[in-house]
């Protein structure tokens, strides 16, 4: 297995003091569970994913019900629009479609640098940032480029798309804001420490940001006007906040999750585990889902932060980001394994070992859970089963969360390439 750890690539994996910059607008293996276990295979699926179309009437008329049935490509989806799909980073959506059978590339995409993170892709439009200090905007169909922007150091973080805007973060301090047809410049804002993993959010014309000067930022996703700023106690380093409900959840690597107000960035309550949070928290039904470097996955009441249940089976820390669907969340550890927790008691349901850590967030859709491994492989699994249906292989390590939007799965790696996956 090949790991090429350039500059960049050992700064965004494994973090280490950001980068100063002047203060700009803003300024200042225990494997305990008793579950089958699934090892990887290259090749062709094994059962053929079902059609998750359906409907809603009871007739018993099955040509009335035939009729109602749709073809997911028929039903439009709203894209990804942001890291883990949405402002509460369920990583999920609902109306979006992707491969569940054996892939290939329709397109491939390459630079010199790697990628690390997540592209938005909005409109037949694809926005990713590379480690070459670019954001490129990509036909989503042909990969053809469309425009790009260079910033003054690495990009490595997911970009956010809202209403004909793209915002980015960079390793050079800063926040973009970006017009989504040209790629020019609107406005920019400047902090005291380097924007890492931690992705951009849009809510209520809101930008919500974290950087390695241990703060959260609050700004006016229209003029970049600073709102407010929470500082915690150490970096908010790969944790992108969630936002729903006038609250906003982010997790730091002083331990604590916090719960500040949408609107004011006053405290609302704190949770402490025993590790760094690099997870970002997703909300779902009034829970909070957050992974910590202690070894365990969480859940807690969203209003007050009191605790619901731990699971603890994972080996090692989780780094990524829980996806919530179906009463199910999805969670990656640095153990190797994808599990798969039930929501409302934090059993285990099934779990699926590849052959490398996990950092990337998986993401769910139409059935399928899509998962990175730092075994160069991107796994399509069975989210009810954890059975596998597919892999495929890149050149290295895929740091970087896949996305899956009509009908092609979106992946990132540390070998210089964005892959287009559609069904072979």
């Known amino acids: 297995m090949s790991r090429r750890y350039t500059r960049r690539t050992y700064l965004i994996t494994f973090g280490g003091a950001g980068a100063a910059g002047l203060a700009g607008c803003i300024g200042g293996d225990d494997d305990s569970a008793e579950t089958d276990d699934h090892s990887p295979s290259n090749g062709d699926q094994e059962d053929d994913h079902p059609d998750e179309g359906a409907t809603d009437d009871s007739s018993s008329d099955d040509t009335q019900a035939d009729d109602q049935e749709e073809d997911p ?69 042909t990969g053809t480029e469309q425009w790009s922007f260079e910033t003054d150091d690495s990009i490595g973080s997911t970009p956010a798309v809202a209403d004909g805007v793209v915002y980015l973060g960079s390793f050079d301090n800063s926040l973009y804001a970006l017009d989504t047809d040209s790629g020019e410049q609107l406005w920019s804002v400047e ?9 951009i959010t849009v ?30 106690d150490d970096y908010v380093w790969a944790s992108t906040p969630a936002v729903t409900d006038d609250l906003v959840y982010v997790g730091s690597h002083d331990q604590t999750l916090y719960a500040l107000s949408e609107s004011t960035g006053e405290l609302e309550w704190t949770y402490e585990t025993s590790g760094a949070i690099s997870s970002s928290p997703s909300v779902v039904d ?5 992974g910590s470097n202690d070894n365990s996955l969480y ?29 199910t969340v ?64 890149t050149g290295e390590t895929i740091l970087a969360t896949p996305v899956a939007v009509d009908g092609t799965v979106y992946a990132g790696s540390t070998d210089g390439t964005l892959y287009a996956l559609v069904s072979a």
């Open 330 to 393: 999805y969670v990656g550890s640095l153990d190797s394994h994808v599990y798969a927790v039930d929501a409302d008691s934090g059993e285990l349901r099934w779990e699926y070992e590849t052959g490398d850590e996990i950092r990337g967030s998986a993401t769910v859709v139409d059935g399928v859970v899509y998962v990175g491994s730092y075994d160069n492989h991107l796994y399509g699994l069975d989210a009810d089963t954890g059975d596998h249906l597919w892999d495929f292989e």
């Open 191 to 199: 902090t005291d420490g380097d924007i890492r993993l931690a992705s």
């Open 299 to 327: 859940a807690l009441d969203a209003s007050t932060g009191n605790p619901e249940w731990e699971f603890d089976d994972p080996g090692a820390s989780i780094h990524s980001s829980p996806s919530v669907v179906d009463e």
């Open 286 to 290: 009034g829970t909070v889902y957050v």
């Open 73 to 141: 490509a028929d039903i439009p989806g709203d894209g990804a629009p942001m890291f883990q799909y949405d402002a509460t980073n369920t990583g999920h959506a609902p109306y979006e479609y992707g491969p569940s059978e054996a892939v290939t590339a329709q397109w491939e995409f390459d630079r010199e640098e790697g990628i690390g993170s997540a592209p938005a892709v909005v409109d037949g439009t694809v926005y990713a940032g590379f480690w070459d200090n670019h954001l490129y905007a990509l036909d989503a169909d």
């Open 203 to 232: 809510a209520d014309g809101t930008v919500f940001f974290g950087s390695l000067d241990s703060s959260l930022y609050a700004v006016d996703a229209g003029t970049g006007d600073e709102i407010w700023t929470f500082e915690t």
